[in-house]
């Protein structure tokens, strides 16, 4: 029998929240993503061994962590467990060689150098080895504590929001290294975030809750990809699509093979023939009834309107199916009128190269 890499069955009652949460994610790097309050710390506590109100069945693996009707509750010490909190978390009076070797010494493992020095060439921190934290700045901090928790040899890593500390240019440094881990590590991860951002390059799977309930699960596309699902807000909305790096122009633009369309963005740092994923924010997309002309923007993707949602307010999102991928426009209620937008109409979807931020351009999970 083949079981999922995660399986999560839980339920909690409290005086003023109730959560009731199922979800099993394969291999890869599950999102628990919604807004705060939805349930996620819950989740990730109870899957951690901290508390025991929770009820229910957690696995890794063929591993049971907790089934409360079989009387299994495994303290935290013994899951097997790497944990990435907010804040590094780091010994001040060690060095980082140090603080990576004490996930060994915890858990009463073998020194295996083979191990140590694979996880520090992943993160890149052997010229970091000597110092100590208080010599790093927060994005090197992270990535010690990202191997500190891998050296632990974990089941299951748990990274509990481990960006939201960090400044815009540290959360770029630190997500390339979240993909290698999600790529090249063996072990699942269980991430909890409320940025569309780092769902968008990171998930393999994403569970989205709201009030303690799973309302969506499936892959980043298709979760961002539903416009009834907001939980940062209107401006988080937007749409995932992957594309394949094509050539580098001299001009500074790299093209893209979206589907068979090009796409032209600012210098992406890639090799040719590299898979990415792009996050393109539905506020960054123009619509046309006919194919642009004689205008700056260099990126025009014809496609077909799958859907289009109003709220109370002046705006209005609109789905769109292109060779790319699905594709979302916010535009005013006024302009769908104006323009006779109806499902089943041909769209043309006009998107600034500037637009895509350096932030929304990951590599695609393997």
């Known amino acids: 029998m083949t079981h999922p890499a995660l399986s999560v069955h839980l339920k909690q009652d409290r ?23 939805s349930g996620k710390t819950s989740v990730i506590d109870a899957v951690a061994g901290l508390g025991t109100s929770a009820t229910g069945q957690v696995a890794v693996g063929d591993q049971v962590l907790m089934d409360t009707a079989r009387k299994i509750h495994l303290p935290p010490h013994k899951r097997r467990l790497g944990y990435i909190f907010q804040d590094d978390r780091l010994f001040p009076h060690l060095s980082v060689a140090r603080n990576l070797d004490y996930a060994r010494w915890i858990t009463r493992q073998p020194k295996d150098q083979k191990a140590f020095d694979r996880v520090v060439e992943m993160l890149g921190i052997g010229s970091l080895l000597p110092r100590r934290p208080a010599r790093l700045s927060g994005g090197e901090k992270q990535r010690v504590a990202i191997g500190r928790a891998l050296l632990a040899r ?124 792009l996050r393109i924010a539905a506020q960054d997309v123009i619509l046309s009834k006919t194919r642009p002309e004689g205008m700056s923007a260099l990126n025009i993707l014809p496609g077909t309107i799958a859907d289009i949602q109003t709220s109370d307010g002046p705006g209005a999102v609109v789905s769109l199916d292109t060779a790319a991928g699905r594709v979302l426009a916010r535009v005013t209620k006024r302009s769908a009128q104006a323009m006779g937008l109806q499902p089943g109409g041909s769209i043309f979807a006009v998107v600034k190269s500037v637009a895509v931020a350096p932030g929304d351009v990951g590599t695609a999970s393997r």
Do not use: C, W
């Open 154 to 277: 974990p089941k299951l890593i748990l990274a509990d929001e481990p960006l939201s500390a960090l400044d815009d240019a540290r959360k770029a440094e630190i997500l390339p290294y979240f993909e290698r881990l999600r790529d090249e590590s063996d072990v699942p991860i269980l991430y909890v975030t409320h940025a569309a951002t780092e769902v968008a390059r990171l998930a393999t799977t994403v569970v989205a809750l709201a009030a303690g309930r799973v309302i969506r699960q499936g892959t980043a596309a298709e979760v961002l990809g539903d416009p009834s699902f907001t939980p940062g807000g209107l401006r988080d909305i937007g749409a995932v699509i992957e594309a394949q790096v094509l050539t580098h122009h001299a001009d500074g633009l790299t093209e893209l093979d979206a589907g068979g369309l090009p796409l032209l963005l600012p210098q992406v740092v890639r090799s040719v023939g590299d898979k990415l994923r």
């Open 15 to 37: 005086d003023t929240f109730a959560l009731d949460v199922s979800f099993d994610a394969p291999s890869g790097l599950t999102v628990l993503f919604g807004a705060s309050g």
